[in-house]
């Protein structure tokens, strides 16, 4: 006699119940399993030439085997709108075994004398039957040849929708699993035989406590974070060489996970190293993999997931299943993955609704980094949707007016990516330290307003994009002063090919400049305060014209082949072109000085600030009354020197496009002084 028997001898049979659950759990995974292989088996058969899904990791940590479950899916094929399945007679058998063993500690066995007033209890029996009876009947069809499953049939057994609200739904077998289990959990509860800080144990060995209080460690740490949402219950039991944790999560009935501890074997009087099996399945593909990178920091290689029960959950999504392994040094290493395991569990709880609600903001990939580093952090989401969630930042976006944003206006649009994905991460932050001061949140709404302001202060796009601009004339500025003193202009093969590469770099920086004109048009189309800039920037496109103009005819220049034009740059003329490209380069040079100052200008500048800013203007001013000096001078020279007319009317056009330059900066720094002096009274002008 076994001692289950011996023990329902004495009629103790609530001792059994233990057993009886550790029995109804490994039953559970079994059902699982082979709803996944039915619902995979009609997936091949309705395309036979998609590949068959490799579900051999889940089968062996189910515990089934058998070439037979290999031949269910590969075999599978469809009579008009009938399945058919070989092996589908073991297949029932196997479902109807699962059923009745994972009932048993709920609703005890088909015939038992029904004594309980538990109306839940009574439904779920009542359930049972209906599916053990019709399992039965397919067992026997399957005996008699009749073997083919309906669509109906096969829906019946493998759905998953509860129907909408107020309305009735048909039961399905799956629904019944996932009901089963939610009874075990709580059953498991009330037969736990000891309490290790918090999860609910039984039948463990002195071995397994550490490691279950590990786990507990983990999951203490940031429980909190779940703040009044249910779910995290941990129960824990030992089934042969293997200790098992079992975390609901939350609500969701497809949101499981289940730790496995593997014992280390001891071969030839040496222990092997423990490891960690690590069963999780969610219905939402992102959090999935959101899930898979927060353990891989851990260590935990993964299987690759499967859509493992394509029913009517989470409007229609595919259930997904995986396993992960972690392999462990030592029982020092095994503790710290089980502490890790259990302080990330919390960020899965409204994952899938934080995910969303930022999206409103930011894209999707930046939506999830942004609960990644809230996670590493932390601070998790939950205190944010507690105190208001996206309504937080859309009312801190219109407290700073349409000069900041508009209706419709994304964060990242606006701000940056990294700026945006800095600030909601503050955010998210700023809303669990008010939490946990019991602090109200209207102060949360006050302190998210004055957090954007920061960051609005901080990033200034338009000056950005001026001073990216001005990088860009500055070079082409220095290009044309190195192409006229090094004698690239006199021509000669090494020095023809050096100019005609000069000519190329200078349209491809010019046009450079031209797509930040393009980005500024664009944004103040969107944002008023942006055509200050466009007007600005238009003005600077104007010098990087005149430069780029210039760099082409001295690309012009150089192929001109006769004595002269080698002799171009000799004496008065070369000496006066290269202190036009001189001077020009020079007002560029204070052009990006008096920018830089102006970044700072009304923002704790002081004197030093306001003066040196004053003094790079002037010299621009300078440079250009300099320039019209050496204009005249050059065409003197030119004419003096030069008696070719191509070459004459090349040389005067290049020293008048860098007098040209030098006219376009002063009319820039005019505007950029009138800028400044409005920053000085208002530090909110122009950012």
Known sequence: MDKQAAVASLGQTSLLRPAWVQAALAANDRLKVALTLLQAAAAHACKPAAPLQDLRAECAAADLKGRWLDELQAGATLQGEDLLLPEAGRLAALLHEALTTMARPVTGLPGEVDDT????????????????????????????????????????????????????????LHLLVMDLHKALNRLSATLASEVIDGAHAWQIGPQDRPRIAAFMRGLGRTRAL??????????????????????????????????????????????????????????????????????????????????????????????????????????????????????????????????????????????????????????GHRAWLEAGGEQLVFDAMQDLGPGAFRIGDRLDAVLGEAAAQAFLVDVLALAWRARTAHQPAALVADETRLLLTRHMQQHRTEFDLLTEHAAWVQTLAEAVHEALADGTVDGGDERTEAAA????????????ADHLVMRARTQAERLPRWRSVVALMELADDVADALEEAAFLISLLAEQRSGHSRKLLHGEVRAALQALAETVLGATQDHVRALAILCGLGQGSDATDQDAFVAATWRVLQAERRCDELLREARRALCRHVPEPAVLMLASDLAASLELASDRLLTLEYRLRDLAFRRVESPSVLG
Do not use: M
């Not at 590469?501 to 450079?512: D, F, I, S, V, Y």
């Open 117 to 172: 007033t538990d109306a839940e209890v009574t439904a779920l029996r009542q359930r049972r039957d209906h599916w053990l009876q019709n399992l039965a009947r397919w067992k026997a069809d399957c005996e008699h040849g009749r073997a083919a499953l309906g669509s109906d049939h096969l829906r019946a057994l493998t759905h998953g929708h509860r129907g909408k609200r107020g309305q009735p739904a048909d039961d399905s």
């Open 226 to 379: 779940k703040l009044d949402h249910p779910g995290l219950d941990t129960a824990a039991t030992r089934d042969g060489p293997h200790l098992l944790i079992q975390n609901d999560i939350g609500t969701n009935d497809a949101h499981v996970l289940v730790v496995q501890v593997v014992d280390g074997e001891t071969v030839d009087g040496v222990a092997a190293t423990p490891g960690i099996r690590l069963t999780y399945s969610d219905l939402h593909k992102p959090r999935f993999a959101f899930f898979q990178a927060r353990l891989a920091e851990l260590g935990a290689q993964w299987s690759a997931p499967q859509s493992q029960v394509r029913a009517d959950l989470n409007e229609g999504a595919a259930y997904q299943l995986g396993t992960a392994t972690f392999t462990c040094a030592d029982e020092a290493a095994l503790a710290l993955a089980l502490e890790g395991i259990g302080a990330r569990i919390v960020f899965l709880i409204d994952w899938n609704r934080a995910r969303k609600r930022l999206q409103a903001f930011v894209a999707k990939p930046l939506a999830v980094e942004v609960l990644r580093e809230a996670a590493q952090r932390e601070v």
């Open 501 to 512: 590469r000069l000519g190329a770099r200078a349209k491809t920086w010019e046009r450079q």
